[in-house]
């Protein structure tokens, strides 16, 4: 147990040190050869990789619409019953979400508006692994369906049988994506990035992934002919925020959720109550014994960290460092802390809120700010999925009105120019400013 009030600035950022994310040089050399080889080869590289790591027998990329709906009619009515219930709830939420332009006069004659449009193709990589995941399909998939992006693909490692998890076929479908590419890992990235003879390019990535995921992700939104991305990403992270009123199962099972995602997710308890803490220790022991994953939770919580404040309002100023991607919030009327509380990436408040909820069915997003960038990144969203711009139309009186203004600031900044495209229009509409004046024939000032 830490006690927050004794440790000095320095190991309070110590109590609150995230895993070393992997960037190692040979990581990042590794991820390039492999760009630079879907690059050069197309589909070659890609099935080569495909087969390397994932289905050594896979004959071809794309994933046939008949195999999807194969896939999909093999879900389980239940499973079926709980993926529409969530996408219902994630499509509300998002729908709600949908932004309205903006059109106005700002001088008499000057007009500007704000429009939004979504982007035209968008890449969502589903990771593979241990565990199919449709909720990350949906979480994806929903906000692009309801953004209305018109071309929608997904990659996801297949299994040994060229094939992937029926769910995830399921999930697809319900959010209208038809287009669904068999590989994974660095190589998926690429092809989406830069395009391959069966994989479109895409404007823009979405999903989360291992370190070769992320680490291509970034060099590919550095290219100039490469695609935006939805975020920086690192280890799956939750800090409980608990005071003695907590149940302290409850709590142990919040952290062990998080857990069980990886040996490098983060789990972290911060209260004021030391008895809540030994009972929330004692609880994840207890808990820890009857998960199907405890081989990969426990590694997790044994660096775990349990924090002891002095007050809920110190507690919250370790959360507010810390900026958590997941923020459960058990403590008694915590609706009224939710002022003092800046940063975090999905908060979960009170004692029937757990992680979970997010995670798949309440509505809100799953993919969040990770290793602190919950203080400057938003979780996502559907305005991640859409792009706005601007337009401007100024009428011959809106260019009397605001043309002396433009050009003295364009003058001011030596920018003759800007101050020339706007004096001639001056001077065409017999605004002649004796100090500004420009001989059209010469484009000097006279």
Same mark, same amino acid.
């Given at each position: 147990m830490i006690t927050w009030s004794s440790l000095s600035n320095d190991e309070k950022k110590q109590a609150l040190s995230r895993p070393a994310m992997a960037n190692s040089q040979q990581l990042k050399l590794t991820v390039s050869e492999i760009i630079a080889n879907v690059e050069a080869k197309g589909d070659s590289a890609v099935l080569d990789y495909t087969r390397k790591f994932d289905c050594p027998d896979l004959q071809s990329l794309v994933l046939s619409q008949s195999d999807i709906d194969e896939l999909a009619s093999k879900v389980s009515v239940e499973v079926a019953n709980a993926i529409d219930i969530a996408f219902d709830n994630i499509k509300q939420f998002h729908e709600a979400q949908i932004p309205s332009d903006i059109s106005l006069t700002t001088t008499p004659g000057v007009h500007c508006e704000l429009r939004f449009t979504a982007l035209d193709a968008v890449g969502l990589y589903i990771p593979g692994g241990s565990a199919p995941l449709p909720s990350t399909v949906l979480m994806l998939g929903v906000p692009a369906l309801v953004a209305g992006c018109e071309r929608k693909l997904l990659c996801t490692p297949p299994n040994k049988q060229q094939r992937i998890a029926p769910e995830i076929a399921f999930a697809a479908r319900k959010c209208g994506i038809d287009n669904i590419f068999l590989c994974g890992g660095a190589q998926a990235v690429a092809a989406m990035a830069l395009g391959t003879q069966s994989i479109p390019q895409v404007d823009k990535i979405f999903g989360p992934g291992n370190s070769f995921v992320t680490e291509a992700?970034?060099?590919?939104?550095?290219?100039?002919?490469?695609?935006?991305?939805?975020?920086?990403? +690192?280890?799956?992270?939750? !800090?409980?925020?608990?005071?003695?009123?907590?149940?302290?199962?409850?709590?142990?099972?919040? #952290?062990?959720?998080?857990?069980?995602? +990886?040996?490098?997710?983060?789990?972290?308890?911060?209260?004021?109550?030391?008895?809540?803490?030994?009972?929330?220790?004692?609880?994840?022991?207890?808990? #820890?014994?009857?998960?199907?994953?405890?081989?990969?939770?426990?590694?997790?919580?044994?660096?775990?960290?349990?924090? !002891?404040?002095?007050?809920?309002?110190?507690?919250?100023?370790?959360?507010?460092?810390?900026?958590?991607?997941? !923020?459960?919030?058990?403590?008694?009327?915590?609706?009224?802390?939710?002022?003092?509380?800046?940063?975090?990436g999905s908060i979960f408040l009170g004692p029937w809120s757990p992680e979970s909820a997010g995670d798949y069915a309440s509505g809100t997003n799953h993919v969040l700010p990770t290793y602190g960038y919950a203080k400057n990144y938003s979780s996502l969203g559907l305005l991640d999925f859409m792009r706005r711009y601007t337009i401007q139309e100024l009428s011959a009186d809106g260019m009397r009105n605001l043309g002396p203004a433009i050009m003295t600031l364009a003058s001011a900044e030596g920018l003759d120019a800007h101050e020339q495209a706007v004096a001639l229009r001056m001077n065409k509409l017999g605004m002649n400013d004796t100090s500004n004046d420009v001989d059209v024939n010469n484009g000097s000032n006279a």
């Open positions: 992700k970034q060099q590919v939104s550095q290219r100039a002919d490469g695609a935006a991305i939805d975020m920086p990403a +690192g280890p799956s992270e939750v !800090l409980v925020l608990a005071d003695k009123f907590a149940d302290a199962e409850f709590v142990a099972a919040d #952290l062990l959720s998080q857990a069980e995602h +990886g040996p490098d997710s983060q789990a972290i308890l911060v209260s004021d109550s030391s008895e809540l803490i030994d009972a929330a220790k004692a609880a994840v022991e207890r808990q #820890l014994a009857t998960l199907s994953r405890a081989e990969i939770a426990r590694p997790a919580m044994e660096n775990a960290r349990y924090i !002891l404040a002095s007050s809920i309002d110190e507690a919250i100023e370790a959360s507010n460092a810390y900026a958590a991607e997941h !923020l459960i919030v058990q403590i008694e009327d915590a609706r009224s802390y939710l002022p003092k509380i800046k940063y975090a």
